[in-house]
């Protein structure tokens, strides 16, 4: 698992500064002066005074601590925008344009579907493969295996009218 916002340490130490906080603010509590009165007449007046505050009393709710405490580690969890799954596991999409460009009579094209093919060579599952000419088409999705792809490979041709370059490579990156 990966985080996209920030790396796992800044996430350790959020998590350990917010424990520490949280503990802090469960210690601190507020404790008013205890005061004899002998008659309801000066119960007004011993209200009014200010309450006292003392650090390092007994720990109070520890159950409410331990819900706020994973209440706030959830918040940050979800802050770091975590990603699942490992590096190994990445996908990547192969862009072949097929316009105007590849239309020469050097062989540019068809060293461009060899490329395409040692690209995607035995990582079926892990390659799509799109092209543009001058449509935007996928040839092959993640879960389809090499034999698809050298089908519609085989069935391409470079065409006489300009590809659609950045349109294609946004919709690679959606893909």
């Known amino acids: 698992m990966q985080f996209t916002s920030f790396s796992g340490l800044v ?14 603010l469960q210690f601190l509590r507020t404790r008013p002066e205890r005061k004899r009165v002998v008659t309801s007449m000066f119960w007004q007046e011993s209200t009014k005074q200010v309450k006292a505050r003392t650090l390092w009393g007994a720990f109070r ?12 580690l959830l918040v940050l969890f979800a802050l770091a925008k975590p990603v699942w799954g490992s590096s190994d596991d990445e996908r990547k999409v192969v862009v072949l344009e097929a316009g105007l460009s590849m239309t020469a009579s050097d062989g540019r094209f068809e060293r461009a579907l060899e490329l395409v093919q040692s690209e995607v060579g035995g990582n079926e599952s892990g390659v799509a493969v799109m092209v543009a000419d001058p449509g935007l088409r996928v040839v092959k999705h993640f879960d389809e295996g090499m034999g698809v792809l050298e089908k519609r490979l085989a069935s391409l041709t470079a065409v006489e009218e300009p590809g659609l370059r950045g349109s294609l490579l946004s919709a690679a990156g959606a893909l």
Do not use: D, E, N
Request: a neutral charge.
């Open 61 to 72: 709710h520890p159950w409410t601590y331990l819900l706020l405490l994973l209440s706030s």
């Open 11 to 24: 996430l350790g130490g959020l998590a350990l500064l917010t424990a520490g906080v949280l503990a802090a």
